[in-house]
């Protein structure tokens, strides 16, 4: 990067990370250190809760996402305004009224001490992985754009979360979130207009979007219905729906968020925001990574889009021949690309479908011939697997957004990283605290004992992230890698709270054992079915469900008195 990149990437960082320690300065209780003191007005919750979310994954791995299989991830995200009205009704009252810490303190005043340890380790388990995906995204930003050992990075954003996110605690958490959604905004946009700029002259941003539609990378929708199709209508009304549910209504790290409003109303107001901010924002992100797409319509991209990867390729024998098809297919796709719009201009029928054929068979070849580099590659290097997805936007930002504004869309990269990675160390830190640490080991200490044992859990599952962050890269895509691992777990959360809200005869031993049910059924059906990963979300909470009716029945306790519910 130029000078000028660096005095903008850092200086937006060190600004950000600044603003939210001095919004935290003060914070010496555990009260304060962990919940805000329940303070915080709707926007900042609602900006933190968006922020956690969109984390580094989102803006490197999602783009990647659409360039490779068009828009159609977007309809992930179509059951989420369901979950947020479901929870704004049924969950974020009771939580508030019960005064609790986590989600997982209320499982115990609901069933028993077993079932509020057995959520909190399945969560610290599945939190605790996503964090090192989230720490590793940012580390792909400085592969490319100095080729630095990604654990350098790794490092670098580790030490910085944990620093700000021990020292100031939540407050700092939300405010920081705060600067950075709005840093992340400007950063789309600005985005979006650099990839229309780059445009070659008389194609327009309509010819852009016309072509995008033409190559099938505007796939919103898709009404099929197939278990199989990890991304169709009903998945995401219907499997979005339940991971959305048990990612805000049971997952530490968005209830902690909506736990340090003012009042219910104010949480309620954080929780609608995201419902109407979060698809729109989605939409927006792949877009962008469709218009990628079409830029590299015009502009040869690498056949490779990893650096080291690319450069290993380039000293393989067989290279050149295959980069000559290579060369020779995105020639032809790229005339069969303005054909395409000249057609469309003149309003030729035949001609367009015709062109729309070459396009399809110079889009096959030129596939077929990025295919056999892979297989070079992988054999050169001697592994399988090879996937690419993540470093699509990093590459066309860093060969073709001018001097400045690189700095500003790494910044926002890593905004979204430190965002995402301090919610989730801030998370796993309570949950440890409060549901571990208070309850089982030392139940009566000082408050000033708490919040040292707090900055201390904060730092370690800092270094635990930083330390499973070597494993991210063999994980792919890392946008459905963060997904897929969230939705072994779920599951078996919402089951159980579904169980607390709604079936108030079901005891701690029935749920308690339906959990277990419920998480063997995800893990079987994940090992022995092609059944999609959103789907893991039904199936586990429907088996705690139902395995905690059927043993408590058969435990002879289904008592026509409900159990107390604060």
């Not at 805000?36 to 709707?42: C, E, S, V």
């Not at 995401?236 to 902690?256: E, K, M, N, P, T």
């Not at 990867?309 to 303005?338: N, P, W």
Request: charged letters at 15%.
């Amino acid at each position: 990067m130029s000078p000028l990149d660096w005095a903008v990437m850092i200086g937006t960082l060190a600004s950000i990370v600044a603003f939210g320690l001095w919004k935290s300065r003060g914070t010496k209780t555990v009260g304060e250190y962990l919940l805000a003191n329940r303070t915080m007005p709707w926007y900042a919750m609602g900006l933190s809760i968006m922020a956690t979310q969109a984390g580094a994954v989102t803006f490197i791995s999602t783009t990647g996402q659409s360039y490779v299989d068009g828009m159609r991830f977007v309809q992930f995200y179509f059951g989420l305004p369901i979950a947020m009205v479901i929870l704004c009704i049924a969950v974020v009252p009771i939580f508030h009224r019960t005064r609790v810490f986590t989600a997982y303190e209320y499982l115990e005043q609901r069933f028993d001490a077993k079932t509020r340890a057995l959520a909190s380790i399945i969560f610290l388990i599945q939190r605790g992985l996503g964090a090192g995906i989230t720490i590793y995204a940012p580390a792909i930003a400085l592969s490319v754009i100095f080729t630095w050992d990604d654990r350098i990075t790794v490092v670098l954003i580790g030490l910085t979360v944990i620093f700000y996110t021990a020292t100031g605690g939540i407050p700092a958490v939300t405010w920081t979130d705060v600067v950075q959604m709005s840093v992340i905004f400007c950063g789309l946009i600005l985005a979006l207009v650099m990839v229309f700029r780059l445009l070659p002259a008389g194609v327009s941003p309509m010819d852009a979007v016309y072509l995008a539609g033409s190559a099938g990378k505007l796939n919103v929708v898709d009404t099929h219905f197939d278990w199989n199709n990890r991304y169709t209508l009903w998945s995401g009304l219907i499997g979005g729906a339940f991971l959305a549910l048990a990612y805000f209504g049971c997952d530490q790290s968005q209830v902690q968020r909506y736990l340090t409003g003012k009042s219910i109303a104010q949480s309620k107001l954080s929780l609608l925001f995201n419902a109407m901010a979060k698809v729109p924002m989605q939409f927006f992100i792949l877009f962008v990574g469709a218009m990628v797409f079409v830029v590299y319509q015009f502009i040869a991209p690498p056949m490779l889009f990893q650096p080291h990867a690319m450069d290993v390729l380039r000293h393989t024998s067989g290279f050149e021949a295959v980069s000559q098809d290579y060369e020779s297919a995105f020639a032809q796709r790229k005339a069969a690309a303005y054909a395409i719009l000249e057609a469309r201009r003149t309003r030729d029928r035949v001609a367009l479908a015709r062109d729309k054929s070459d396009y399809a068979d110079a889009q096959k070849h030129l596939l077929a011939a990025r295919g056999r580099g892979i297989a070079l590659y992988e054999k050169a290097a001697n592994l399988a697997g090879f996937n690419d997805a993540n470093y699509v936007f990093l590459t066309f930002v860093t060969h073709y957004l001018p001097v400045g504004v690189i700095g500003l869309i790494i910044a926002v990269i890593f905004s979204a990283a430190m965002s995402a990675s301090s919610g989730e160390v801030n998370s796993l830190a309570t949950v440890t605290v409060i549901d571990i640490y208070k309850r089982h080991v030392r139940p009566i200490a000082s408050d000033r004992h708490y919040l040292l044992v707090s900055r201390l859990a904060t730092v370690f599952w800092g270094l635990y992230a930083m330390l499973f962050a070597q494993y991210a890269r063999t994980l792919g895509s890392l946008i459905e890698a963060v997904n897929m691992i969230g939705s072994l777990f779920y599951g078996t959360l919402l089951g159980v709270f579904t169980l607390a809200f709604f079936f108030k005869r079901v005891r701690g031993t029935g749920a308690f054992w339906g959990m277990l049910c419920g998480e063997a059924a995800i893990l079987l059906v994940a090992r022995f079915t092609k059944v999609t990963f959103l789907w893991y979300n039904v199936i586990g909470a429907f088996v705690v469900v139902i395995a905690s009716l059927a043993i408590q029945y058969g435990r002879g306790r289904f008592r026509r008195d409900v159990a107390p519910s604060a």
